[in-house]
């Protein structure tokens, strides 16, 4: 797959990525509430629900990418895309929680730009780690750890844990 071929289905993806996260966000309430919806979409306003706005939509693209695209080495590819995702989810609590515990509450607007950037960054890191074709040493590991990350979503949204973190802000 050449760069600029790779360049465009990121880009694709991050124009993706921007419009599915706000869909996503009301996609909850305009289903009705729909249960299997529940699984990649928040349901509250807590910080972990608003993970999913970072990962199932970038994990739905990177699906239909993998299709289109075809690339040589699978391993390699979920390997990058799960690792320019779940690296998302820590960078959006440490930068929320630091932002807001400064403030002494959170924006909106502050939330929405953080989304932007995270986003960007996914699709960033995704671009540049395959244009690389960079080969993972421990593919097995990271596809693990994605896999049980995506379980802790279907779970969490069932039986949230209750701490900060799985509480409505």
């Known amino acids: 797959m050449t760069n600029k071929k790779l360049f465009l289905a990121e880009l694709i993806g991050l124009i993706w990525g921007v419009l599915a996260s706000f869909l996503f966000h009301?996609?909850?309430?305009?289903?009705?509430?729909?249960?299997?919806?529940?699984?990649?979409?928040p349901i509250n306003e807590s910080v972990w629900e608003h993970t999913k706005l970072l990962v199932f939509p970038f994990l739905i693209y990177a699906v239909i990418e993998c299709f289109v695209l075809k690339p040589k080495?699978?391993?390699?590819?979920?390997?990058?895309?799960?690792?320019?995702?779940?690296?998302?989810?820590?960078?959006?609590?440490?930068?929320?929680?630091?932002?807001?515990?400064?403030?002494?509450?959170?924006?909106?607007?502050?939330d929405i730009i953080i989304a932007l950037?995270?986003?960007?960054f996914s699709y960033f890191i995704s671009y540049k780690l395959l244009s690389l074709n960079h080969k993972f040493k421990h593919k097995k590991i990271?596809?693990?750890?994605?896999?049980?990350?995506?379980?802790?979503?279907?779970?969490?949204?069932?039986?949230?844990?209750?701490?900060?973190?799985?509480?409505?802000?």
């Open 26 to 41: 009301f996609l909850y309430d305009l289903t009705n509430q729909n249960i299997i919806i529940s699984l990649i979409a």
């Open 73 to 110: 080495h699978c391993d390699d590819f979920w390997s990058t895309k799960l690792i320019g995702v779940t690296l998302n989810i820590p960078l959006l609590a440490i930068i929320y929680y630091s932002y807001s515990g400064v403030l002494g509450e959170h924006f909106v607007v502050i």
């Open 117 to 120: 950037i995270l986003v960007t």
């Open 142 to 169: 990271i596809v693990y750890l994605g896999l049980t990350i995506i379980f802790a979503f279907f779970v969490f949204t069932f039986y949230p844990p209750h701490i900060g973190w799985f509480a409505s802000v």
